[in-house]
């Protein structure tokens, strides 16, 4: 039974595809399939995505993925307060209800850490959900970021000591951002995730959700946001999240290259293989980049093109989410397989080889949007 048959045996869908609750995506499952599990499957990590069981276009709240570097602190939203500060015409102090006030904007855009398949078991590290907050760039607007301010400096309320030099630094989580790139439109300060108030973890009150770039840069539990006339060098700007890659210039010199995390990297790879009867289909996931197709080989035969799961008309809900694809595999044959996907997108531009020189002369863990191969035997 293809999906066809599943949407008018289930009637639920007159439109050609099956709707979310989200109404931009579903996913492209079949009753009564079973999971043919990887061989290289590492157990679900809890607090991290299980690949192996993606069913669903949302992350749901409870599923989805940590990272923090310090404390997780737990805020008051009655008596917390956002500064914005620093070289600005009008600072202003904002309280949780001026920002509900606000006009509201959502983004569904999938969130990925930037360590995310860095390590062998730091594969989940990532999600899609639907954040809602307000528009970042009126809000600098009304502060009137002077003409000498570059920086956008966004202060988490979560702080650890940093040692440097022979200094002990108390200092709060802080990602910046040039005044160019803060002011695009599509960076919100978010309240709510799935339409529930943002969760703690996530860094309620108030974080930052910026559509294009890793989750390093979607600072959680904000406290201040200043403009400041020099590039923040702090940890997470330039020495963790810093990218270390060796590159060759056409003439053959070596340029070692050190550069901070930023933007996300196109991306993709293989979820999960299931099964009805002879016919497995091969469910994955593709982001990073705006996403033209997936192709998957298994084996040495050629790339094919995978199915990428269909979305509402309005592309614009979903440019900043993962795109669901699946491929089918009637009658494979019995034994071991190898499956690997390579996304491309719009420019043209195809996800590397895992065995690439731009992956393996990547010297840190960071960034790694290499070609992921799995290996599956058919019984
Ligand atoms: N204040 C603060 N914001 C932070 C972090 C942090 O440690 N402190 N970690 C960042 C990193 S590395 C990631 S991957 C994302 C994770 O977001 P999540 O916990 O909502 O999944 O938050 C980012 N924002
Ligand atoms: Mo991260």
């Known amino acids: ?16 595809f099956l709707l979310s609750p989200w109404g931009v995506s579903a996913f492209p499952k079949r009753e009564n399939e079973e999971l043919i599990p990887f061989l290289d499957q590492q157990p679900a990590k809890s607090g991290l995505l299980d690949w192996s069981t993606l069913d669903s276009f949302i992350t749901p709240n409870d599923e989805f993925f940590n990272v923090s570097h310090y404390n997780k ?14 070289l600005v015409d009008n600072p202003m102090m904002l309280t949780i209800d001026d920002i509900k006030a606000r006009p509201k904007q959502d983004v569904i855009f999938t969130l990925e850490c930037s360590g995310n398949h860095g390590f062998p078991t730091f594969t989940g590290a990532i999600g899609n959900a639907k954040w809602a907050g307000t528009p970042l760039a009126p809000i600098l607007k009304e502060a009137g970021i002077k003409a000498d301010g570059i920086e956008v400096i966004f202060f988490g309320h979560d702080s650890g000591v940093e040692k440097r030099r022979g200094n002990d630094m108390p200092q709060n989580f802080a990602r910046s951002m040039s005044v160019e790139d803060a002011l695009e439109e599509t960076n919100i300060l978010c309240y709510e995730m799935n339409g ?9 009150p108030l974080r930052l959700i910026a559509p294009g770039w890793y989750g390093i840069a979607c600072v959680k539990w904000l406290k201040r946001i200043e403009i400041r006339d020099t590039r923040l060098m702090n940890r997470f700007m ?3 999240y810093v990218t270390i890659r060796e590159e060759k210039r056409p003439d053959g010199e070596s340029v070692w290259m050190e550069t901070s995390v930023g933007r996300t990297k196109l991306k993709s790879l293989p979820a999960k293989v299931t099964r009805i009867g002879d016919e497995y289909r091969i469910y994955g996931a593709a982001w990073g ?28 809900s979903t440019k900043w989410a993962w795109k669901i694809w699946h491929l089918n595999w009637s009658n494979p044959p019995k034994g071991e397989h190898t499956i690997v996907s390579r996304a491309i997108d719009t420019k043209g531009n195809i996800q590397p080889a895992g065995d690439s020189d731009y ?18 035997r058919i019984e």
Request: proline share 8%; charged share 30%; glycine share 6%.
């Open 1 to 16: 039974m293809d999906r066809r048959d599943f949407i008018r045996m289930s009637g639920l869908s007159l439109t050609g």
């Open 73 to 86: 602190p737990v805020i008051d939203q009655d008596t917390w307060q956002l500064e914005i500060s620093g």
């Open 196 to 204: 529930e108030p943002l969760p703690q973890p996530n860094g309620a």
């Open 238 to 240: 330039g020495r963790d």
């Open 289 to 316: 980049a705006p996403i033209k197709k997936v192709e998957v080989r298994i084996d040495d035969a050629p790339w094919q093109e995978a199915t990428l799961d269909p979305v509402e008309d309005d592309a614009n």
């Open 359 to 376: 992956i393996t002369k990547k010297r840190t863990y960071w960034e790694s949007n290499g070609q992921v191969v799995r290996k599956i």
